[in-house]
């Protein structure tokens, strides 16, 4: 955006406004300066006249929001705001005084962008940037899934209410019941709140765990994300193709750090007994029932089970999972 100064040269050059001094009465005329002055009317016209940078900003910048290109094309000097003034009395003279103040569209920007910084994807297939999180959507769209709805909608009542706690949810239910999207609203209403988050899609990231093998230091910081985040979901777990590492010293040494420290979230097709079994098999060892065991002294104490009843939605609704 041009300054004043600039403003002045610009019409001292153009015929039919060689006098500057009209530009500074259209300044001063201008129905956002003339509020201002009935809004501190001690403040004197020499004031106004020496802070004439200031309320040409004010005004052109308002007129550049009340005609919003949209927060990609703001033409205005700081992207998203605008600027305000406010005058006060210092040492028995005023002073005018600006300011930046954001816009709504900017508002919305910085919570989307507050929210891709607290969590992380591991290849689930989920927005969390947006908010496509409707309560009334999840509660009409299936009655059957009422239940399993309000419980997760509580968990994020009572964590904003007394802060992190160590249990986390397992949401078991059929294919395209909605259990993803339920582990993503909860992640996206808590980090509005300031906690981080992981999502993790198991059957990528094992096989992607699998490759870590070869590069440790990209596979400390992965498993340190995992490990110290507020919030971690396993998604779709018992579905992923198991190795005795990745489930020993990759799942393991999350599952055993986190337990009576911060809370894991699961989505699953398995109930408990069902994912012990998987834990138990590897096609690599065969079946190591302690192995299985291990993993869900892990997990069995440290979960809330929440059925999520209700009819596939995949297909054409978002509400998947």
Same mark, same amino acid.
């Given at each position: 955006?041009?300054?004043?100064?600039?403003?002045?040269?610009?019409?001292?050059?153009?015929?039919?406004?060689?006098?500057?001094?009209?530009?500074?009465?259209?300044?001063?005329?201008?129905?956002?300066?003339?509020?201002?002055?009935?809004?501190?009317?001690?403040?004197?016209?020499?004031?106004?006249?020496?802070?004439?940078?200031?309320?040409?900003?004010?005004?052109?910048?308002?007129?550049?929001?009340?005609?919003?290109?949209?927060?990609?094309?703001?033409?205005?000097?700081?992207? @998203?705001? +605008?600027?305000? #003034?406010?005058?006060?009395?210092?040492?028995? $003279?005023?002073?005018?005084?600006? %300011?930046?103040? /954001?816009?709504?569209?900017?508002?919305?920007?910085?919570?989307?962008?507050?929210?891709?910084?607290?969590?992380?994807?591991?290849?689930?297939?989920?927005?969390?940037?947006?908010?496509?999180?409707?309560?009334?959507?999840?509660?009409?769209?299936?009655?059957?899934?009422?239940?399993?709805?309000?419980?997760?909608?509580?968990?994020?009542?009572?964590?904003?209410?007394?802060?992190?706690?160590?249990?986390?949810?397992?949401?078991?239910?059929?294919?395209?019941?909605?259990?993803?999207?339920?582990?993503?609203?909860?992640?996206?209403?808590?980090?509005?709140? @300031?906690? +981080?988050?992981? #999502?993790?899609?198991?059957?990528?990231?094992? $096989?992607?765990?699998?490759?870590? %093998?070869?590069? /440790?230091?990209?596979?400390?910081?992965?498993?340190?994300?995992?490990?110290?985040?507020?919030?971690?979901?396993?998604?779709?777990?018992?579905?992923?193709?198991?190795?005795?590492?990745?489930?020993?010293?990759?799942?393991?040494?999350?599952?055993?750090?986190?337990?009576?420290?911060?809370?894991?979230?699961?989505?699953?097709?398995?109930?408990?007994?069902?994912?012990?079994?998987?834990?138990?098999?590897?096609?690599?060892?065969?079946?190591?029932?302690?192995?299985?065991?291990?993993?869900?002294?892990?997990?069995?104490?440290?979960?809330?089970?929440?059925?999520?009843?209700?009819?596939?939605?995949?297909?054409?609704?978002?509400?998947?999972?």
């Amino acid at each position: 955006m041009e300054s004043l100064g600039e403003a002045l040269r610009s019409w001292q050059q153009t015929a039919g406004m060689r006098d500057a001094a009209k530009l500074a009465e259209r300044v001063l005329g201008d129905p956002l300066v003339r509020k201002l002055r009935e809004r501190y009317p001690e403040v004197t016209d020499r004031t106004l006249r020496i802070n004439l940078n200031k309320l040409y900003q004010m005004t052109v910048e308002y007129r550049n929001c009340k005609e919003c290109p949209g927060l990609e094309r703001c033409p205005n000097d700081m992207q @998203g705001h +605008s600027t305000r #003034i406010t005058c006060e009395e210092t040492n028995g $003279e005023w002073q005018l005084f600006d %300011m930046k103040t /954001p816009c709504s569209k900017w508002t919305v920007h910085e919570q989307r962008e507050m929210i891709r910084r607290r969590i992380t994807s591991y290849y689930a297939d989920v927005d969390l940037t947006d908010e496509p999180y409707d309560e009334e959507q999840m509660l009409d769209m299936d009655p059957e899934r009422e239940w399993a709805v309000n419980r997760v909608m509580e968990y994020v009542a009572e964590t904003r209410a007394n802060g992190l706690g160590k249990r986390g949810l397992y949401l078991m239910g059929s294919f395209g019941t909605g259990k993803t999207y339920m582990a993503a609203y909860l992640l996206h209403k808590l980090a509005r709140e @300031g906690f +981080s988050g992981v #999502i993790v899609y198991m059957p990528e990231f094992v $096989e992607d765990a699998k490759a870590l %093998m070869m590069e /440790p230091q990209k596979l400390k910081e992965t498993l340190t994300l995992m490990k110290e985040c507020d919030l971690l979901v396993f998604d779709d777990i018992g579905a992923e193709n198991l190795s005795p590492w990745v489930r020993d010293h990759v799942l393991g040494a999350i599952l055993n750090y986190r337990m009576n420290r911060k809370p894991t979230f699961y989505t699953s097709n398995h109930d408990l007994e069902s994912l012990e079994k998987h834990f138990s098999f590897t096609h690599k060892e065969g079946e190591e029932l302690h192995k299985g065991q291990r993993l869900m002294d892990r997990i069995r104490p440290f979960v809330d089970i929440v059925h999520v009843r209700g009819r596939n939605q995949r297909g054409g609704d978002v509400l998947s999972g």
